[in-house]
């Protein structure tokens, strides 16, 4: 008799579960074994937060807009899925970010990498550091290194190292910009441990930075924008091409909202030969539109890969396993409203030489920044018009996301308006809520992942996948994605 498929369920059709359904396939075939895979989507569509839209002439992204390839899981997908010779890189003319002081644009110094000046002369002559905030960022080359690797927030590290003025007009806009955090709880271990290396192996942030320098040439400012892709019909054709492809093995089911997960009562035996795991039944799902089984909507898994929110897997996991369900719990995230809207260049003051702008906390504005997308990539915007999609909200202003979608366009439109001069009617504006949708890595995070990934060991046949776990960014999710698929592969059962 041949012997009976291993049931995987994945639990969200983000990139994060499509990343894992298809690497369930590739080891399944790898390994020569049976596997059915069937993916849960509670949604309509899959993708997650990725989502491209065409408004008119304009291709608008309601999330992320490119991503980075220094982590090359993005690319190596895309390479399987046959779209490498597509990748686009970021716009090579307008590759610099602008920040805001006293309520007007002036460019971040060229070589300004995150929190690290790369060049001096730039950083010198910039508008953006008083003198005595610039001779403060320069001494950062005396200031003894703390060799101890404690987790540190990127608030107390900056300060330390680079001085007050540096971390409040610098570092907080364009590092809260990626993470949408409050800087005094983001862990720089969880998010930038690379600084942590540089302070460890160098003794200073500067002098690491010049050392690394002598061997790349970058003259960009800001995030590194040359490190950046996306694809001409944006990031929805890295989703679109994957469906297609994970469509092709698993049973994918939209609309579907898991609700229950009962774990097995699982028996592990210590044998001579290492350790026994005995399934005494297969985990359960219970969905609530579904499939029923004598009136209870159930179905039996062997294995059960979590991709959703921190938050949902802990709501899942409550009955079933109830330690690791708390460890979940304790993740925060914060919400952001992206107001997409298109504009005739000719109704815009500022010439937008640039990929677009980011708001320090202390200039008491109501935006966190403004992202000139269409300069970043082409086929954004029709000749003569510019896209722009403004951020509003994150950790340090979570009551603006509870704004109406009216009060919000309002907001935008008089930021917009003060801060680059955009006048007259827009083509187009519509904001885009995502409600917890940015996991928060406070102090102590890389310990809780920890704690979490101890206890989902003890929870044979389930793995976890997200954005929660070790970097937030469109890599991140994949890589996590192919983590629990090869988690619940390498179980025999
Ligand atoms: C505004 C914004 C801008 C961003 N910009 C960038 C960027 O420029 N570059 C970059 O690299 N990254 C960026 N990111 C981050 C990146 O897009 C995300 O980290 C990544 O897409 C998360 O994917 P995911 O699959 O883990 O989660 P999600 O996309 O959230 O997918 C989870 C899925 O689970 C489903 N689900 C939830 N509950 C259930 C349930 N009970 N049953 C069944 N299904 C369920 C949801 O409907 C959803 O489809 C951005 C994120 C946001 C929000």
Redesign the pocket.
């Known amino acids: 008799m041949p012997p009976t498929p291993k049931r995987v369920a994945i ?9 894992a359904a298809l690497r369930v396939h590739e080891l399944a075939a790898k390994q020569q074994r049976d596997v059915q895979i069937t993916l ?4 309509d ?6 989502h491209t839209e065409r408004i008119g002439d304009y291709l608008v ?8 390839t220094n982590k090359p899981e ?1 690319v190596w997908l895309c390479e399987k899925l046959g779209l490498a010779d597509r990748l686009i890189p970021t716009n090579a003319q307008f590759r610099k970010s602008l920040v805001l002081r006293n309520g007007r644009a002036h460019p971040v110094p060229e070589g300004f990498q995150l929190m690290v000046p790369e060049q001096a002369w730039p950083m010198l002559r910039s508008s953006i550091l008083s003198w005595r905030g610039k001779l403060r960022l320069m001494a950062e080359f005396c200031v003894p290194a703390r060799r101890d690797g404690a987790d540190e927030s990127l608030a107390d590290f900056v300060r330390r190292r680079c001085g007050r003025e540096a971390f409040e007009r610098l570092v907080q806009p364009l590092v809260g910009g ?1 993470y ?1 955090a409050d800087p005094e709880r983001l862990s720089l271990l969880a998010t930038l441990p690379r600084f942590i290396e540089m302070e460890q192996q160098h003794g200073s942030l500067i002098r690491g930075a010049l050392r690394q320098s002598r061997t790349k040439s970058s003259g960009t400012s800001g995030a590194r924008y040359g490190l ?1 892709v996306s694809l001409p019909n944006g ?1 929805e054709e890295l989703v679109s091409a994957l469906i297609s492809r994970v469509a092709q093995f698993a049973d994918i089911r939209c609309g ?4 229950v997960m009962r774990s097995a009562n699982i028996t592990r035996s210590v044998g001579e030969g290492g350790v026994t795991i005995q399934a005494e039944s297969p985990l359960a799902l219970a ?1 609530a539109s579904g499939w029923s089984i004598d009136g209870e909507t159930l179905e039996h898994f062997d294995a059960v890969i979590l ?3 921190s938050y ?1 897997a802990a ?2 996991l409550k009955e079933g396993c109830p330690t690791l369900s708390a460890e979940l719990n304790r993740i925060e995230y914060a919400s ?1 409203v ?1 107001v997409a809207s298109g504009h005739k260049l000719d109704n815009i003051e500022h010439p937008l030489e640039a990929f677009g702008l980011v708001v320090p906390h202390i200039e008491q504005r109501q935006v966190l920044a403004v992202s000139f997308t269409s300069r970043k990539f082409p086929g954004r915007a029709p000749d003569g018009r510019v896209l722009l999609r403004t ?1 509003v909200g994150g950790a340090l202003q979570p009551e603006l996301c509870k704004l109406d979608d009216k009060a919000v366009l309002d907001l935008v439109r008089r930021e917009l308006h003060d801060l680059l001069g955009v006048r007259g009617e827009p083509d187009f504006a519509i904001p ?1 809520r ?1 409600t917890r ?3 928060q890595y406070h102090i102590g995070h890389l310990e809780l992942v920890s704690q979490i990934r101890a206890a989902t060991a003890k929870c044979s046949g389930l793995a976890l ?4 776990l070790t ?7 994949i890589a ?2 192919e983590a629990a698929a090869a988690q619940v592969m390498s179980d025999p059962l």
């Open positions: 639990i969200g059709g983000g990139i994060s579960g499509l990343s849960f989507e509670s949604s569509r899959l993708g997650g937060v990725l992204e309601h999330a992320a807009d490119m991503w980075i993005g990626i949408t950046f990031i579907f909202k898991v609700r969905n991709a959703v929110p949902v709501s899942l952001t992206v951020f885009f995502h949708a940015m996991p996948a997200g954005n929660y970097g937030v960014g469109i890599p991140d999710s996590s994605g």
